[in-house]
């Protein structure tokens, strides 16, 4: 096998990163594929960052890797993240050590987003190897939310940038043998239906996509269902309900205020 290149050995060793959230790892066929791209669709509220913070903290403290998380919504809570872990260890020294393996990036719009990508291509992801253990998921949550509003009048610009920002990621995706999971949000079709937001060349970028939706169309429902529609290894249209707290409830024990997730900023 020696003949084999770059591309041929990243088949070879293509890998499953399991969620450890039951419902998930049924539909992705059994987790998180390394090397590809999975994105989270759904309205506003349906559970898409809390699942990422769900998939981040199990993967950092049960699989022991680390995960890079870029946040284009200021959405990424550190205590929340604590909060989690506590439900899952109560020694504060793995809670710590599987905080530290959440790195999170900042940015704030497309081009941001694309020079952070960028740099953690050239660099950032080398660098993580080296230093602190394996880097095996990249998250963003969410592309639509620097995407979206450069298609709307300037569409040769918005859909240059989106292509780019496509390729970043698959670039990193295959090249470093990494599992993307991005989120996005959702529109609707001539008939109503729900349909992943980006327009249709923005389609052809995640290899597996799941919509969420809420099971019960109140605020206060923590009902979900996750719907697979878009996949190479199993049928379409598979649903499974999950219940978002029963994903993170919280232990009730004191955060300490000093405690932080560490945040970096955009290269």
């Known amino acids: 096998v020696s003949h084999l290149n770059t591309s041929q050995w990243q088949i070879l060793i293509l890998t499953k990163l399991c969620c450890f959230v039951f419902s998930l790892d049924k539909l992705l066929d059994s987790g998180l594929y390394t090397g590809e791209i999975t994105e989270l669709t759904g309205s506003p509220g349906s559970g898409k960052t809390q699942v990422c913070f769900s998939v981040a903290v199990n993967i950092s403290h049960q699989l022991k890797q680390t995960v890079f998380y870029i946040d284009t919504k200021s959405g990424m809570c550190a205590n929340r993240l604590l909060q989690m872990l506590q439900t899952k260890t109560p020694n504060m020294e793995e809670q710590m050590e599987a905080l530290q393996k959440i ?10 987003l ?4 960028q740099h953690l291509r050239s660099n950032g992801l080398q660098k993580a190897s080296v230093g602190g253990g394996s880097v ?7 592309v639509s939310a620097v995407l979206s509003s450069m298609l709307g009048g300037k569409q040769n610009e918005g859909m240059s940038l989106l292509m780019q920002v496509a390729g970043e990621l698959k670039m990193i995706a295959k090249d470093f043998n990494i599992a993307v999971l991005m989120t996005n949000h959702v529109t609707k079709d001539g008939n109503g239906h729900l349909k992943a ?10 290899r597996t996509r799941v919509l969420l939706q809420r099971v019960e169309d109140t605020e206060t429902s923590s009902l979900r269902t996750a719907t697979l529609t878009k996949s190479s290894r ?7 309900e999950f219940d978002l707290c029963h994903w993170s409830e919280e232990r009730r024990t004191s955060i300490s205020g000093k405690r932080k997730l560490e945040e970096r900023s955009k290269p």
């Open 114 to 117: 694309l020079a952070c990508l």
């Open 136 to 142: 095996k998921t990249l998250m963003v949550d969410s």
């Open 103 to 112: 790195k999170v990036f900042r940015v704030f719009d497309v081009f941001s």
């Open 234 to 240: 199993q049928a379409c249209h598979l649903v499974e």
């Open 197 to 206: 937001g980006l327009g249709q060349s923005w389609s052809h970028v995640p």
